[in-house]
């Protein structure tokens, strides 16, 4: 998307500059001060280890797996269909999803 860089999934996923702001916003609406300079998989799994009620952890790991499918998603309509997707509108799509999501699926029903 950068056209910067060798294509590779961690450059796409997390070291890509459209990506890292979309990790940073995700992060910021999260409350989290964090840099994603593990490895994915290492992040991920750490996110359900975390010292927290379990409903929040496990809304964090759905956020996170919804950060890097809308990031894959963006990736793919700007080589595909030539649209290049804002870092604000794919942080939107996932708030917008993961709220469904959560809500519907998790048993967050008094999720606001």
Known sequence: ?????????????????FASKVWDEVFNWCGLKFALNVPIKLFLSSTLQLSVAIELRNALYSISLATLWFIWLARNEHIFGSTRLAVDKVVDLIKFHTFGWLKNRAHLGNLA
């Open 1 to 17: 998307m950068c056209f910067g860089s060798v294509e590779t999934p961690i450059h796409v996923l997390r070291e890509c500059p």
